[in-house]
């Protein structure tokens, strides 16, 4: 596992980081949205996503038959890390998830239909997947679809679908097969989100970001929209959910703000002394350096892994995923320890260390370790897949 880019792959991230540096813009770069600066919408954010479908920057690994250039994946991993950085809008859902997974197994009108637009920044995409009943245990989803003439129709209920309220598609799991299974009996579809019969219903969350349940009542979805096999949704998820802990939850975040807390530290003082001669301080600090640096070893694994081509890694993808949205919690709450009672005033204010990034950004981290499969479903997958114990231990 080679850790240094080659001389192609840093020159791509120096012009990737030149351009950024030429086209920043305050309104859509804003480093107090944390990792979630994908999950807003605005005019500028959708012109902003233009200006990279212009450069021809979306979908580089797809093959060049459906528009992509075929190059490796990590020159997605260097841009998006560098996006992330810079706080931008990052790829996202469509060409991360939804785009790679029609690649593989969407119809010939699904692939037309949809990748175009993808890759010129013309669509937005929500993921149903949780339910009142089925959060991170996706195999457990009741939305009801019921098979019609030229279709199906749909009825239940999705939650934390974040993006829905500004969405143009619905990319839904549903049960279509009740007798099979749980595991056999799930479908995707692809679902306009002007449909009448969806309703969606926002909810504030603890960090900075909006979520959003939906309801459906009597949605008809033709049978064109039905993604891949039918039964085979689970699995198609499983793929998509591996993309998404990837995707979705950079590392970037996590480095800006270790750094800040390092550069704080050196010039902070507590009852007149220098923190950094507080010797828990500086071991806190080490730490949290250290796992940094093993966070960037983890996500380096995953794009050796990933470029050998095939299923997305399952395992390393969890292990990145469990790994680093911890640590990105984690960062926050030592260094809301280590300012003492001013961290906790709220974001913003001039008496808060650092204007209270870490309080923001510690209610921000609380949506990372559920978001794309919670903590615990992570430890299971490495204990099974990885360790090989027992599924009931």
């Given at each position: 596992?080679?850790?240094?880019?080659?001389?192609?792959?840093?020159?791509?991230?120096?012009?990737?980081?030149?351009?950024?540096?030429?086209?920043?813009?305050?309104?859509?770069?804003?480093?107090?949205?944390?990792?979630?600066?994908?999950?807003?919408?605005?005019?500028?954010r959708?012109?902003?996503?233009?200006?990279?479908a212009?450069?021809?920057?979306?979908?580089?690994?797809?093959?060049?038959?459906?528009?992509?250039?075929?190059?490796?994946?990590?020159?997605?991993?260097?841009?998006?890390?560098?996006?992330?950085?810079?706080a931008a809008?990052?790829?996202?859902?469509g060409v991360?998830?939804?785009?790679?997974?029609?690649?593989?197994h969407?119809?010939?009108?699904?692939?037309?239909?949809?990748?175009?637009?993808i890759l010129?920044?013309?669509?937005?995409?929500?993921?149903?997947?949780?339910?009142?009943?089925?959060?991170?245990?996706a195999?457990?989803?009741?939305?009801?679809a019921?098979?019609?003439?030229?279709?199906?129709?749909?009825n239940?209920?999705?939650?934390?679908?974040?993006?829905?309220?500004?969405a143009?598609?619905?990319?839904?799991?549903?049960?279509?097969?009740?007798?099979?299974?749980?595991?056999d009996?799930?479908?995707?579809?692809?679902?306009p989100?002007?449909?009448?019969?969806?309703?969606?219903?926002?909810?504030?969350?603890?960090?900075k970001?909006?979520?959003?349940?939906?309801?459906?009542?009597?949605?008809?979805?033709?049978?064109?929209?039905?993604?891949?096999e039918?039964?085979?949704?689970?699995?198609?998820?499983?793929?998509?959910?591996?993309?998404?802990?990837?995707?979705?939850?950079?590392?970037?975040?996590?480095?800006?703000?270790?750094?800040?807390?390092?550069?704080?530290?050196?010039?902070?003082?507590?009852?007149?002394?220098?923190?950094?001669?507080?010797?828990?301080t500086?071991?806190?600090?080490?730490?949290?350096?250290?796992?940094?640096?093993v966070a960037?070893a983890?996500?380096?694994r995953?794009i050796?892994?990933?470029?050998?081509?095939?299923?997305?890694?399952?395992?390393?993808?969890?292990?990145?995923?469990?790994?680093?949205?911890?640590l990105?919690?984690?960062?926050c709450?030592?260094?809301l320890?280590?300012?003492?009672?001013?961290?906790?005033?709220?974001?913003?204010?001039?008496?808060?260390?650092?204007?209270?990034r870490?309080e923001?950004?510690?209610?921000?981290?609380?949506?990372?370790?559920?978001?794309?499969?919670?903590?615990?479903i992570?430890?299971?997958?490495?204990?099974?897949?990885?360790?090989?114990?027992p599924?009931?231990?």
């Open positions: 596992m080679d850790f240094d880019l080659s001389p192609e792959e840093q020159k791509f991230s120096d012009e990737v980081e030149q351009w950024l540096v030429e086209h920043h813009d305050p309104v859509v770069m804003d480093h107090h949205r944390e990792n979630f600066s994908q999950l807003s919408d605005t005019p500028e959708r012109a902003f996503m233009k200006k990279l212009d450069k021809g920057w979306l979908g580089m690994s797809w093959p060049k038959e459906y528009g992509g250039q075929e190059i490796e994946g990590v020159y997605e991993f260097i841009l998006n890390e560098a996006l992330s950085k810079h809008p990052q790829i996202g859902k991360g998830i939804i785009g790679k997974t029609l690649i593989r969407g119809s010939d009108k699904l692939k037309q239909e949809f990748l175009p637009k010129t920044a013309d669509v937005e995409f929500a993921v149903g997947y949780s339910e009142p009943q089925a959060g991170s245990d195999a457990n989803m009741q939305l009801k019921e098979k019609v003439e030229g279709g199906w129709k749909l239940g209920q999705k939650m934390w679908t974040t993006s829905a309220h500004f143009d598609w619905y990319w839904v799991g549903a049960r279509t097969d009740p007798d099979k299974k749980k595991h009996g799930l479908s995707l579809f692809l679902i989100m002007d449909h009448p019969g969806l309703e969606v219903q926002s909810l504030p969350t603890i960090g970001d909006t979520t959003n349940q939906v309801f459906f009542e009597d949605v008809f979805v033709p049978d064109d929209y039905l993604v891949g039918r039964g085979r949704g689970f699995h198609m998820i499983s793929e998509a959910l591996d993309l998404e802990r990837f995707t979705m939850f950079t590392l970037s975040p996590i480095t800006n703000r270790t750094d800040l807390l390092v550069d704080w530290v050196k010039q902070a003082k507590r009852d007149g002394k220098p923190l950094k001669d507080d010797p828990q500086r071991k806190t600090i080490a730490n949290i350096a250290t796992d940094t640096a960037k983890l996500s380096t995953f050796c892994a990933a470029m050998k081509g095939g299923k997305p890694p399952t395992i390393q993808s969890s292990q990145y995923k469990l790994f680093t949205t911890t990105s919690q984690r960062v709450d030592e260094a320890d280590i300012s003492s009672a001013a961290g906790t005033i709220r974001e913003g204010q001039e008496l808060a260390p650092l204007l209270g870490f923001g950004a510690y209610r921000a981290t609380m949506n990372e370790t559920v978001g794309g499969g919670a903590s615990e992570q430890k299971n997958i490495i204990a099974r897949r990885h360790l090989g114990l599924k009931n231990f």
